[in-house]
């Protein structure tokens, strides 16, 4: 028989991969697909792990019995990139105690976790499996999500290098380490879940095996917490339409169609079969446009999708998404947009399979025209944009003076492809950080064109980058200016990833435009901070918060 920790061994990689082993250990904790198993009685000595998942699919066990275990040892990947999990692929088991010694957790302090990517790693990956708490007094700085993830930040990690705090509670990192790693937990049911908003705080103690899942550590939990809400206010922006003027709505739709998709047309049933009308998504969106950006001059909309939505089929007309989000918006405002867009060619822009994703525009005719000839799309032949969303160009006109501004609507490559930065190979690394920079040049040419033109520009979107990127440089040239940059530094923030708020949509102009005063900018905060019920479909209009833009013509 072996221990647990030699089963383990020194490195991410189990010396006894690919063997059966019989080893002991007390049950920690019990997870959907398998249970944790921890050495009883021993002093964890900071070398290695000293339990292990049993991947148990169909037997379960009871939490604070002693086990022995029979199985195949196995270094489980994900995938080529992941980091391995030693674990035990359950093949038979016998009770040797139902009452086992209590173990002790080992509490995760900010002193502990004060340490570089690398450091974090090894340290994480020797308590992997193994019992661990936080204490009360954390905050929330991710909202609640349907299955019942959560992220705080230790009470001594507020303000500390590279992490600055919000007014609600939020954390914003450096950008030198964005993938930064708060501890977090799951909890394994939902009753005992709770829907908190960012900013509230742990009243009590959580603890549970620390297991790795979707490319992060994560506390297993399996009993009840307590914490205070915090409630969050959809702020409402100060910027109106007005003559001389446009205002831009930036919108992030979140995979937006009017059609609830047959389970038989869909690639992946449990996933791309929705009801965006009738979960109030199209309501939602139409409140934050009336509601909090005052009913806009134009709507900068990403990711909307065609009209039978995710279904396999040779659609690709959006024309009813856009009938129903303006039907909405005009129950509430009596206003009816118009909309516009160039329709992907079917499969061509990535996204959610069948969909076929595009950016489009609603603009309020009363307000402004489209100069119709102008409506185009960047990059239609160039490799970066190869199953990628292209970047909308359309040169609008304001009424009143009929002064002319163009808008480029982008949605550039997504990071989905960036590896954690627990990956043994390539930690941290942004598969597609090149392939947005290669798009940057390219919007940044269109830019430089529509100057030459005397053309006042604004590129606005989603462009899946932090404001100290490389791609934001390639596009801002030497001639461009970022408003984001206007604002306080911790307000610059639209997007929140596991607990790092960050800000990925941006609103770029012409320097001259920002130094004459023209150009206002603001980020309409709320819907990033706000959590969803555990255990229910989530009811988020967007994943993102929504930016607006004044510029004077």
Known sequence: MLSIREIQGDSLYSPFAGQQVTTTGVVTGVVRRGFFIQTPNKQWDGSGSDAIYVYSPEYTAMV?????????????????????????????????????????PIELTADKLRVDNAALALY?????????????????????????????????????????????????????????????????????????????????????????RVASYQIAVSHAFEADSNYIELTKSTLEPSDGALTVMTLNCFNLDP????????????????????????????????????????????????????????????????????????????????????????????????????????????RVSVDQASVNVLGRDAECFEDSRKPLVTVFRERFSNKPLAIINVHLASKRHQSSIFSPNSPGVDGKLEVRNEQAKIINHGMRALQEQGIDYYVTGDFNDGEHSKPLASLLGDSATNLVFSLAENQRYDYNHRGKLQVLMHGVVPTSMADEGRAEYEIIHGNELIGVEPGTDSDKPSDHAYVIAKLTL
């Open 64 to 104: 604070g019995a002693e086990i022995e275990v029979v199985g195949e040892c196995v270094d489980f990947l994900k995938d080529d990139d992941a980091k391995p999990i030693t674990q035990i692929h359950f093949e038979s088991m016998k009770v040797v105690r139902t009452r086992a010694p209590i173990i002790e």
């Open 124 to 212: 994480l990956n020797s308590l992997e499996s193994m019992l661990v708490s936080i204490a009360a007094g954390s905050t929330f700085i991710a909202p609640s999500n349907p299955f019942g993830d959560y992220v705080l930040s230790l009470p001594e990690q507020v303000n500390e290098e590279g992490v600055l705090a919000t007014d609600n509670g939020g954390v914003i990192v450096e950008s030198s380490n964005p993938l930064r790693w708060f501890p977090g937990f799951r909890v394994t049911r939902y009753d005992y879940a709770q829907r908190l908003n960012v900013g509230a705080k742990l009243l009590s103690e959580v603890q549970g095996p620390l297991n790795y």
């Open 259 to 366: 059609h609830i998709e047959s389970a038989d047309k869909v690639m992946n049933p449990r996933q791309d079969v929705d009801d965006d009308w009738g979960e109030g998504r199209f309501h939602t969106l139409a409140q934050a446009v009336v509601l909090q950006a005052n009913t806009p001059d134009i709507i900068a909309l990403q990711e909307i999708q065609d009209n039978d939505g995710a279904e396999l089929t040779d659609v690709t007309d959006a024309s009813e998404t856009y009938a129903l989000l303006i039907k909405a918006i005009e129950q509430l405002s009596d206003v009816r947009y118009q909309w516009v867009d160039v329709a992907p060619e079917m499969g061509m822009d990535g996204g959610q399979p069948g969909g076929n994703i595009r950016n489009g525009y609603l603009y309020n005719p009363q």
